[in-house]
């Protein structure tokens, strides 16, 4: 079948119509709109908008973005893809840093590097030991300390750019007031990133110093693809990934998830392994591989510079059959399409990309579905 031949992706009003059309070419999709009425376009009600079948993953994660028909960004001609990167000034959030302005360069992306700090105003007074401090006197002075830091952030970054260490990316940063992950989500929403990318410690540090909190309620709230670099990892440019780890329910959201990936990892050729991860219901290891063949197949054809195949997990253990994988094989990055959850299922039933993060020292990427 060839993958050419148009197939009717929605059927809006004219003005909704129009509006998609302009937001799914923006984003290199081809579109063609049938049944307009010429004489008398306003009072149309049914117009076709048509899209090429190749085009379908990427088109359906567009139309299942809620601010599709959000004027901004319809009126938005800012056409130069954005990296946001959080910081809060350590080692792990400077090479996540390196790795942002790899992907920068992989995209032709400007880089908005953030960082928040927490302002006492929301309480009456700042109590340090027997001395209270007033509380504009604190809030002034985290904000000095930030902006001082900031600084020489910036500084060691453009350092890095003139030795040639790291690409000469655009990039320009922020000073933002609030909780961390809320300031983050809230900015991401405002910039409508291609990736977020943050750094985070290792196994042993993350529980001890909770420090994987942040960006873990960053993962599972943030509706944008989040790319977490552990303080261990040797990784620092895209290009050097080879081995994927894909985990998969084998739902049909899975392939707008694989068809990000492979949008976000342009020009690099990647062996994908896809991890079958059962529903804790329902065991389908068994169907899984019986689609193998069908699986690798329909990959391999969709996405010819990614080299695919399959491994499946059974409901027994699911951290210690991953460790297994772990050791057996080298592995570069894990990619883990992340459903959104509400507070209280996230807090009694955390994500599989929250657990991957605080039990392995491997980059990981989630995609929100």
Known sequence: MSTDRLITLAIHTYDKAIALKTILEREGIVVSLNNVNISQPAVSSGIRVRICEKDLPLALRIVENPDIFNKKSIGNNENIPTIIVPIDFSDYSYRASLMAFNLAKLHKAKIEIIHSYIDPHSINKFQFGDHNLDIDEVSSKNKSQAEEQIIHFSNRLIEQIKFGIIPPIKF???????????????????????LIVMGTRGIGKK??????????????????????VPESANIYNVESIRHILFFSNIEHEDIIALDTLYRLLPNISIDVTIVNVPHKTLNVVDSFLSLGDNIVDYCSK???????????????????????????????????????????????????????????DIPMMTIPL
């Open 207 to 228: 529980e001890k110093d909770l420090i994987g909190s942040v960006t873990g309620e960053v993962l599972d709230s943030c509706r944008f693809p989040v790319f977490v």
């Open 172 to 194: 320009s940063t922020s000073i933002v007031e609030g909780v961390p992950e809320d300031s983050i989500t809230e900015y991401a929403k405002q910039m409508k990133p291609r």
């Open 302 to 360: 969709t996405y010819p510079r990614f080299n695919f195949n399959l491994k499946s997990l059974s409901l027994d253990n699911l951290s210690l059959e991953f460790s297994k994988i772990e050791k057996s094989e080298h592995i570069d990055l894990i990619v883990v399409p992340n459903k959104k959850k509400n507070v209280f299922a996230r807090f009694f039933n955390p994500s599989l990309a929250h657990k991957i993060l605080l039990h392995a």
